[in-house]
C-alpha cells in the first residue's frame, strides 16, 4: 500500500511484520530528523538566538500536533521517553495509600504490570486483575471496581492477542478510580479521542506510529496533571530557585525536567502528520483486514491461533506444534521475513494461554496480503519438516 515510503523496505527487500515491536520510519519523518540536526540543531527554551527559537518553535508545534491527534490540549501533553516512563511517571507521582486497590489486566504488557506490582509492594497496596477469557478477551465486571479503588490500568489494545478492550464499559464503571490507559498499540493503529473514552490518563510511543525512537507522549487532564508532584527535577522545570525554595514550572513543562528530546518530538509530529494525510480511519481498516486474512490463513494450515478472531486489531499470535517461536522466528528470517517469537513482554499472559511463547506477526500500512501469502508459504514448508523429521518439543 505504502512501502515506497519507507527506505529501509525497499533497501533491504525485507517481509516486516513486526510492527507491535516498533514501526518503520516514513522518508517524511526522516527528512526532518536530518533537517533538525543539518540547520537548527540546538535547544530549547533557553536561547534568545534565531536557531534556538526555531527549535522551539517546532519542539512546540509537535505538542499541539500530538494534542490534535487525540483531543487534547497542547498542556495536557508531556513528552517522555515512551510508554513505558509515560506509566512509571504515573506510578511515582500519583498519591496512593496503604490499603488502596490498584486493578489491571492478565493481558498487560510489562510496563503497565512491573511498575504498579513493585508500587504495590513498596506501599502495601492491593494489585487486582481483570480476567482473560478462552476468546482472550476480558471479562470486566463492575464488582471488580470498589470504593478502595483508586487506579484501573489497562490496555487499550493487546500487544499478544490484538484484543480492543472496551475503555468506556471501564470508565463507565470506574467510582472514584482514575482510568489510566496504555495505547502503545491503539494508537498508532486506531482513532483514539480521549474526550470520547473519558479516560484520566494515556501513554503511548512515538515509535510504533512511525516516529522516532526515544520519544513518547502521556497525556492527563489538566487538573490531575497540575496536582501531581514532578516524576524528575532539574533545569527547564522550573520557574524560581533559591538555595531554600524551587518554584515549579507550569503544566506540562514541569514534568520534563533537562533537556528534552526535541528532534524526537519533531519526528513524531512529521509521523502524525504522514498519518493524518492517509487517514487513521484508512489505516484501521486496512491493518484489521489484514489480521482476518492472516488468521483464516493460518487457521487453513491447521496451527494455534490466540483470541478472538471477531476482535482484533493487526495482531496475529500462532504456534506451530511441535516447535518453539524462536526457532520458527529464525526460520523465517533466512527468508527475509521478521516476525516476533517468544513472550512478547506479557510473561504473566503466556502463562494464562499455558505456552512458554507465541509467534506474533502484526500489520501496518507497507504491508499487503502477498506478504501474508509469502509467511503461510514458508510456514508450510517448516510443518513439512516437522512431520518429516518427527520434530518434538
Known amino acids: 500500500m505504502k512501502k515506497d515510503d519507507f527506505p529501509l523496505l525497499k533497501n533491504r527487500n525485507l517481509i516486516y511484520l513486526d510492527s507491535a515491536a516498533t514501526s518503520q520510519k516514513p522518508k517524511i519523518v526522516i527528512n526532518a530528523i536530518n533537517d533538525y540536526y543539518n540547520n537548527y540543531n540546538s ?11 526555531e527549535a522551539t518553535l517546532e519542539y512546540e508545534k509537535a505538542r499541539e500536533k500530538v494534542a490534535e491527534f487525540v ?9 517522555t521517553k515512551g510508554t513505558t516512563e509515560s506509566l512509571n511517571l504515573l506510578a511515582y507521582s500519583l498519591d496512593l495509600e496503604e ?4 486493578l489491571i489486566s492478565e493481558m498487560e504488557h510489562h510496563s503497565n504490570l512491573v511498575p504498579w506490582q513493585q508500587l504495590a509492594k513498596k506501599k502495601k497496596l492491593k494489585l487486582k486483575y481483570i480476567p482473560v477469557n478462552e476468546d ?12 478502595k479503588t483508586k487506579v484501573i490500568s489497562v490496555t487499550h489494545v493487546s500487544n499478544v492477542l490484538g484484543t480492543v478492550n472496551d475503555i468506556k464499559n471501564i470508565v463507565k464503571n470506574k467510582k472514584k478510580a482514575l482510568v489510566i490507559i496504555d495505547g502503545a498499540q491503539s494508537v498508532p493503529h486506531m482513532k483514539v479521542d480521549v474526550k470520547e473514552l473519558g479516560v484520566d490518563f494515556l501513554a503511548f ?7 522516532p525512537m526515544g520519544i513518547g507522549v502521556l497525556y492527563g487532564k489538566l487538573e490531575l496533571l497540575e496536582k ?10 522550573i520557574k524560581q530557585v533559591s538555595f531554600e525554595e524551587t518554584i515549579f514550572n507550569d503544566v506540562p513543562w514541569k514534568f520534563e525536567a533537562g533537556t528534552p528530546n526535541v528532534v524526537g518530538a519533531i519526528g513524531l509530529g512529521k509521523a502524525i502528520e504522514y498519518i493524518n494525510e492517509i487517514g487513521i480511519e484508512n489505516i ?5 483486514e489484514l489480521g482476518k486474512y492472516a488468521i483464516k490463513k493460518l487457521k487453513e494450515l491447521g496451527v494455534k491461533v490466540y483470541g478472538n478472531p471477531k476482535n482484533k486489531l493487526g495482531v496475529v499470535s500462532f504456534n506451530l506444534n511441535g516447535m518453539h517461536p524462536h ?7 533466512q527468508e527475509n521475513i521478521c516476525i516476533r517469537g517468544g513472550h512478547s513482554c506479557a510473561m504473566p499472559l503466556m502463562k494464562k494461554l499455558n505456552v512458554n511463547g507465541v509467534c506474533r506477526v502484526s500489520f501496518h500500512i507497507y504491508n499487503e496480503k502477498e506478504d501474508v501469502d509469502r509467511l503461510v508459504n514458508v510456514l508450510k514448508k517448516v510443518l513439512i519438516l516437522v512431520e518429516k523429521n518427527g520434530i518434538t518439543v
Not at 136 to 147: I, Q, R, S
Open 99 to 102: 490499603g488502596d486497590e490498584i
Open 284 to 288: 484501521e481498516k486496512h491493518n484489521m
Open 136 to 147: 482472550g478477551d476480558l471479562e470486566f465486571k463492575p464488582k471488580l471496581v470498589t470504593d
Open 43 to 53: 535547544n530549547v527554551h533557553r536561547g534568545v538566538y534565531s536557531i534556538s527559537e
Open 327 to 333: 526457532d520458527v522466528s529464525s526460520l523465517l528470517d
Open 205 to 211: 510511543s512515538a515509535h510504533k506510529m512511525f516516529g
Open 228 to 237: 501531581l508532584d514532578p516524576f524528575l527535577y532539574g533545569g527547564d522545570m
Open 71 to 79: 483531543n487534547a490540549l497542547p498542556s495536557e501533553i508531556i513528552f
